[in-house]
């Protein structure tokens, strides 16, 4: 599975944007999906998932703001990301769970769209 995205930008807090990641290639078992970031100097964190089974879920630090949603038709994942704050500045990365659920690690990555929110 190839994952692309795309959306990322520069935003004043409070701004709102919209991540995308399209998948291509064998995409029929892949029932996990997600949404992953990295800050310069600090370790990748997860942000959001979508479990075919188990539905959404988010990191604390960005539930009530984000929300995850999936387009099975168009084969592509989104972030809205809404009351956006300087510390959601990082690279998102969108990463897949092929031949399996939301219970292993992912095993495919995209190769990331930058965020950054300015005060």
């Known amino acids: 599975v190839q994952l692309v995205e795309s959306g990322g930008g520069s935003v004043q807090a409070g701004g709102s944007l919209r991540l995308s990641c399209a998948a291509s290639?064998?995409?029929?078992?892949?029932?996990?999906m997600g949404w992953l970031r990295q800050a310069p100097g600090k370790k990748r964190e997860a942000v959001a998932q979508?479990?075919?089974?188990?539905?959404?879920s988010y990191a604390d630090s960005v539930k009530g703001r984000f929300t995850i949603s999936k387009d099975k038709a168009k084969n592509t994942l989104y972030l809205q990301m809404d009351s956006l704050k300087p510390e959601d500045t990082a690279m998102y990365y969108c990463?897949?769970?092929?031949?399996?659920?939301?219970?292993?690690?992912?095993?495919?990555w995209g190769q990331g769209t930058q965020v950054t929110v300015s005060s």
């Open positions: 990463a897949a769970r092929v031949g399996g659920y939301c219970d292993g690690p992912y095993n495919s």
């Open positions: 290639g064998y995409t029929y078992s892949t029932y996990c």
């Open positions: 979508i479990d075919s089974d188990a539905g959404p």
